[in-house]
């Protein structure tokens, strides 16, 4: 992995990025890592999975929480964060990866329970820990980000419209955050290959991604787009709080 954050230059600082036991998350967390951060790893289910990055990340001399937390749960999030702050004293990077919404068996208004109120109970539960200076990343979907003007796969459908409500309310918070010295960003890519929710949704319409890669000439992989959202964290933020990567012309603004 070609680290894209200077190696040393995030030493003393702390990150938690939201479901980075696996995917994205697991890679954005080591790139703040290995640019010498103090990192908490948070997952909902995998465990051994985030035991395990948390020992390889440990050997880069760096601090590394592991954190179970489900962030539909009021309860789980205090007590992560209650932890994060005993331990680490506050956060400089908080990022929100984890997503969700197409597993099976879950209630009909789960999407928007995880992609939007979990969000806004996060960014709430953090907000005591973050300092000025702090900055805070949501990571969505181009499918998402404009599900407004432009259609998704019907599979995909709740989750973008519920991501994109997620990113909706987040923005509302810029002037209380900006207030506090906390900036703020939103990072949006197109499918994802070698992800779950790509795998799903390929399955479900047999050459998706293959259409996908034509209409942007390029998709990103997961260590390509992780390194996307690392840098969301640390590079200037845009006038309109928003990085959209890869090409977007598919897409109606
Ligand atoms: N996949 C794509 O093609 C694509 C494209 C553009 C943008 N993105 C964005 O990138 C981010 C990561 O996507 P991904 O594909 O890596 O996701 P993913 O593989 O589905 O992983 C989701 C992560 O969120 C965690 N999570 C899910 N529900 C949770 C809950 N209730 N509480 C705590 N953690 C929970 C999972 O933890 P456990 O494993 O422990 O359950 C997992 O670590 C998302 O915001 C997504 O919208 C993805």
Redesign the pocket.
Do not use: C, P, W
């Given at each position: 992995m070609t680290q894209p954050i200077a190696a040393g230059s995030l030493a003393g600082k702390r990150a938690l990025v939201?479901?980075?036991?696996?995917?994205?998350?697991?890679d954005t967390i080591s790139y703040f890592a290995n640019a010498g951060a103090d990192v908490v790893v948070?997952?909902?289910?995998?465990?051994p999975?985030?035991e395990k990055l948390a020992t390889q990340l440990r050997e880069l001399g760096v601090r590394a929480l592991v954190q179970?937390?489900?962030?539909?749960?009021p309860e789980s999030l205090a007590a992560m964060f209650a932890e994060v702050q005993r331990e680490f004293g506050g956060l400089d990077i908080l990022v929100?990866?984890?997503?969700?919404g197409?597993?099976s068996g879950m209630a009909e208004d789960y999407a928007l329970k995880?992609?939007r109120d979990?969000q806004l109970a996060v960014l709430d539960a953090a907000l005591p820990l973050l300092g000025e200076g702090s900055r805070v990343v949501?990571?969505?979907?181009?499918?998402?980000h404009f599900i407004r003007t432009t259609p998704t796969m019907p599979e995909y459908e709740p989750?973008a419209l519920s991501?994109r409500a997620g990113e909706d309310a987040l923005r509302e918070r810029i002037p209380a955050l900006a207030e506090r010295g906390i900036e703020f960003v939103v990072v949006?890519?197109?499918?994802?290959?070698g992800?779950?929710?790509?795998t799903l949704?390929e399955r479900a319409n047999p050459g998706a991604i293959e259409e996908r890669r034509e209409s942007a000439g390029k998709l990103?992989n997961?260590s390509e787009?992780a390194a996307e959202?690392a840098l969301a964290a640390v590079e200037p933020v845009p006038a309109d709080n928003t990085r959209l990567i890869g090409d977007t012309s598919s897409f109606n603004a």
């Open positions: 939201t479901g980075s036991s696996r995917g994205i998350g697991a948070n997952f909902r289910n995998k465990a999975r985030a179970g937390a489900d962030l539909t749960d929100l990866n984890a997503s969700g197409m597993e995880l992609n979990a949501f990571v969505t979907s181009h499918q998402a989750v991501k949006s890519g197109d499918m994802i290959e992800t779950v929710t790509a949704l990103y997961v787009f959202v």
